[in-house]
C-alpha cells in the first residue's frame, strides 16, 4: 500500500508561480514513475509531467518550459514547480505513481489561476 499526499495548492494570478509537493509513505526511490495529472472541470483527466527512476521527464506539451517534475527520495517527495501560470491551467492536481503492480493517486489539490 502506498499513500501520497498532495500539498501546496491555491489561487495565484496569471503569470505567477506555485510549487506542488506530492509525499509518499514509503520509498519512492525504487518506484519507477511518478507523476502529476490534472483534471479540469468539465475535461477528462490529463497527464501533465511524469518522472522515472532513470532521470527521464515527460511534459505535457502545453506546460513545457513552464513546469518542471523532479523527485527529492530522500524525502520521499516529488513536487511540481509551476511557472507563468495561465488561467488554462486551473485543476486539481493529482500525483500518481504505481507500486506492485497497483496504480496509486492522492487526493488532489485546486489550483486556481485567475486572470
Known amino acids: ?3 501520497l499526499v498532495e500539498s501546496g495548492g491555491g489561487l495565484v494570478q496569471s503569470g505567477g508561480s506555485l510549487r ?3 509525499t509518499a509513505s514509503r520509498s519512492i526511490t ?3 514513475t511518478m507523476g502529476w495529472y490534472r483534471q479540469a472541470l468539465g475535461k477528462q ?3 501533465v509531467a511524469v518522472s522515472t527512476s ?10 513545457k518550459g513552464r513546469f518542471t517534475i523532479s523527485r527529492d527520495n530522500a524525502r520521499n517527495t ?4 509551476m511557472n507563468s501560470l495561465k488561467p488554462e491551467d486551473t485543476a486539481v492536481y ?6 506492485m503492480g497497483k496504480n496509486y493517486w492522492g487526493q488532489g489539490t485546486q489550483v ?3 486572470s
Request: hydrophobic share 25%.
Open 1 to 3: 500500500q502506498v499513500q
Open 20 to 22: 506542488l509537493s506530492c
Open 30 to 32: 525504487y518506484f519507477y
Open 45 to 47: 483527466r490529463e497527464s
Open 54 to 63: 532513470g532521470g527521464t521527464t515527460n511534459y505535457l506539451d502545453s506546460v
Open 78 to 81: 516529488v513536487y511540481l514547480q
Open 94 to 99: 493529482y500525483c500518481t505513481t504505481q507500486y
Open 112 to 114: 486556481t489561476v485567475s
